[in-house]
């Protein structure tokens, strides 16, 4: 079974520039999360999708990030304009419905941001 | 809020040598308790999970208890390898059946040959 695929895997761009990561889940996974790591700091969750509904988004840090997640199979999180502070790990991750008792989801290997 | 504390890093040991790597969380209620390792060039893998009070996960050596006493899931292993060497991650969900994970800052972990 493949698992959690992210791409790009690096990507360098200029401040105020888009870039778009996408994601593909494990398949059979209804629910897709985006979580990401700046420089250092710890991993902070920025949403939940529930097939293509998004059901958590309390954690995107502004308006310059959208996530889509159409037909509820691969997703994509696209940020414009890039600034400096975006710089970091993006990791995507994704579980069945009715998440087994310890929460377990399945990481991807993450896209790196750098924003120059 | 919810929140984990974990040591700050870089730790670099030799390999055999003994490891802790502490982890203190807050929370309210009954949270679920987790180490997550990535190892370079490789994305977040699981280590271990706790899922109530004085459960002890363990996998690859490595083990942590869940104590709720100190609020803690120090993660040991008796012997380590220089295969080790990766980023640590502690990190716990509220509770059962959810999915916000709340992570540590993560500690390097480098193991000498």
């Known amino acids: 079974e493949a698992g959690v695929t992210q791409f790009p895997s690096h990507s360098v761009i200029e401040k105020g520039q888009t870039v778009t990561l996408r994601c593909d889940p494990i398949s059979g996974h209804d629910n897709l999360y985006w979580y990401r790591r700046v420089m250092g700091k710890e991993i902070k969750f920025l949403l939940h999708f529930v097939k293509e509904s998004k059901q958590d988004e309390s954690g995107m840090p502004n308006n310059r990030f959208l996530a889509e997640r159409t037909g509820g199979t691969y997703s994509t999180l696209k940020v414009q304009p890039a600034e400096l502070e975006d710089s970091g790990v993006y990791f995507c991750a994704s579980s069945r419905t009715g998440i087994d008792l310890g929460n377990t989801i399945y990481f991807g290997e993450g896209s790196w941001l750098t924003v120059v | 809020g919810n929140s984990v504390t974990q040591m700050e890093g870089p730790v670099t040991l030799s390999e055999e040598a003994f490891l802790t790597i502490n982890c203190t969380y807050t929370a309210t209620g009954y949270p679920s308790l987790f180490w997550y390792v990535q190892y370079p060039g490789e ?7 706790a899922t109530k009070a004085d459960d002890k996960g363990s996998n690859k050596g490595f083990e942590a208890t869940y104590r709720k006493e100190t609020t803690s899931f120090h993660l040991e292993k008796g012997s380590v390898q220089v295969s080790d060497s990766a980023v640590y991650f502690c990190a716990l969900t509220p509770a059962a059946g959810t ?15």
């Open chain 2, 43 to 49: 994305g977040l893998q699981l280590l271990l999970k």
């Open chain 2, 99 to 113: 999915y916000k994970y709340i992570f540590g800052t993560g500690t390097r972990l480098k193991v000498l040959a």
